[in-house]
Nanobody, 119 residues
């Protein structure tokens, strides 16, 4: 199983970006999916998560600005980021809890995509 993230880049403050993360491989089902972010020297922090039942959870710092969604047919999770701020600059990682066709359940991470917001 692999997670492939895309959509990062450089944007001015106040702008928008949309991140995508597609899961591929021997997937039976996907439980929760989410996005985390990390800056140099700091721990990886939760940005947003979404359950298989579309229940969402957001970090306080992004509430009202970011929207997480998923397309179960495509095994893909999205993060729409609006009103971006310089403090949103980080490497963004997607995460998914996946049950394989062998019925094993593992926690998978994508490689990360850089988001840079200029002031």
């Amino acid at each position: 199983v692999q997670l492939q993230a895309s959509g990062g880049g450089l944007v001015q403050a106040g702008g928008s970006l949309r991140l995508s993360c597609a899961a591929s491989g021997s997937i039976f089902s996907i439980n929760a999916m989410g996005w985390y972010r990390q800056t140099p020297g700091k721990q990886r922090d939760l940005v947003a998560t979404i359950t298989s039942g579309d229940r969402t959870n957001y970090a306080d710092s992004v509430k009202g600005r970011f929207t997480i969604s998923r397309d179960n047919a495509k095994n893909t999770v999205y993060l729409q980021m609006d009103s971006l701020k310089p403090e949103d600059t980080a490497v963004y990682y997607c995460n998914a809890i996946i049950r394989s066709v062998r019925r094993d359940v593992y926690d998978y991470w994508g490689l990360g995509t850089q988001v840079t917001v200029s002031s």
